[in-house]
């Protein structure tokens, strides 16, 4: 069965689509609104879907108006652009590094991120904007360490795999650390904020993150034809004409941005910027980095967790970042074992 089409526009621009493709992104969007519209009904108050939808085109009532858009309506947004964020984010890093371990989980950010959250917490007993800017500080710095050390003649998959697990390691230790030197009010406040919760956001959260991912998702869509030719390697993909270097540097500038971004709003929720773009690349059946279902894989992930945590376990009982760590192992393992019976590992 063919899943490319070449389509010719009216002006004579033609290009190929991606049925399969095509037909994932549009029903992982389906999945990601109707998600959306259920968790936005779901609470101590529950609002059914339907005057959900009238509330939202401005038909509801004033009570159903204030917790609609001022109460959830803030957090569900929070989590779709967090989830499309770090699904971006994962699909970037592990085509940069060529393996499907280069995500942010494995190469530090989160820890990174979270070194500096704890940083405002534990030494400043920081705000929540102090926290937020030192958890975007600390995923720069993070990303920017690992570049640099990963540098000679350029960064190469393994290596950048390497180093991110390295200092990885060192931030985690100095995150323990952290933790002992907290007083027992600072000691639960940042414990929180680590589990990775979308319960408070607001809409302080949702028009930074909306600003940047607005500048930076475009900006990675249009270096996707360059980045798909560099996971043929470095020497081909400058035969055909890709400024390597130039390109990753701007792409992980932009993952690490996304990633850090995504953290500092609603900490460090752990797998889905590893299991998203591998989810959706298993759907798609197509190479290539599939920045664009991973993007829909992950918001769709991410608010449907959410979902599952409020629904199973009542309103703000469970931060989602639980959640996603118990689906994103069960996923690990079940890839393992297929790994395994396939003789690949």
């Not at 190929?16 to 969007?29: F, P, Q």
């Not at 406040?189 to 990775?196: C, E, F, H, L």
């Not at 400058?238 to 953290?263: F, I, K, P, W, Y």
Request: aromatic content about 4%; some cysteine.
């Amino acid at each position: 069965m063919k899943t490319n089409r070449a389509v010719r526009s009216p002006g004579g621009l033609s290009f190929r689509l991606d049925v399969r493709a095509t037909v994932v992104v549009a029903l992982l969007l389906v999945l990601a609104c109707v998600a959306s519209v259920l968790l936005i009904g779901t609470g101590d108050f529950d609002i059914p879907a339907g005057d959900v939808l009238k509330t939202l085109v401005g038909r509801g009532n004033a009570g159903q108006e204030f917790i609609v858009n001022e109460l959830r309506l803030p957090r569900v947004l929070v989590g779709l652009l967090v989830g499309g964020a770090l699904g971006v984010g994962g699909a970037l890093f592990q085509a940069i590094s060529r393996n499907p371990l280069g995500s942010p989980d494995v190469l530090g950010l989160g820890q990174g991120a979270t070194a500096g959250a704890l940083i405002m917490i534990v030494l400043f007993s920081g705000s929540s904007a102090q926290v937020t800017v030192g958890a975007l500080v600390g995923g720069l710095v993070t990303g920017l360490a690992i570049y640099l050390l990963a540098w000679k003649r350029g960064v190469h998959g393994y290596r950048l795999v390497l180093v991110g697990i390295g200092v990885s390691a060192i931030v985690t230790a100095v995150n323990g650390y952290l933790m002992t030197r907290a007083d027992i009010v600072d000691a639960s406040r940042a414990v929180v904020w680590m589990t990775g919760s979308l319960n408070g956001r607001d809409w302080d959260q949702v028009w930074p993150l909306l600003a940047l991912c607005a500048v930076l998702v475009p900006l990675v869509l249009t270096n996707g034809r360059a980045l798909r030719m560099m996971e043929m390697g470095d020497d081909i993909s400058s035969a055909l004409g890709v400024r390597v270097e130039r390109v990753r540097a701007l792409l992980m500038v932009a993952a690490v941005l996304l990633t850090a971004a995504a953290t500092a709003a609603a900490g460090p929720v752990s797998f889905v910027a590893l299991t998203a773009p591998q989810l959706a690349r298993r759907l798609t059946r197509s190479p290539g980095p599939n920045l664009v279902p991973s993007l829909c894989m992950g918001a769709a992930l991410l608010v449907g967790a959410d979902f599952i945590s409020q629904r199973a376990f009542g309103a703000d009982q469970l931060p989602v970042g639980v959640v996603t760590g118990v689906l994103g192992g069960v996923y690990l393992l079940w890839l393992l074992v297929t790994e395994r019976k396939a003789g690949r590992i």
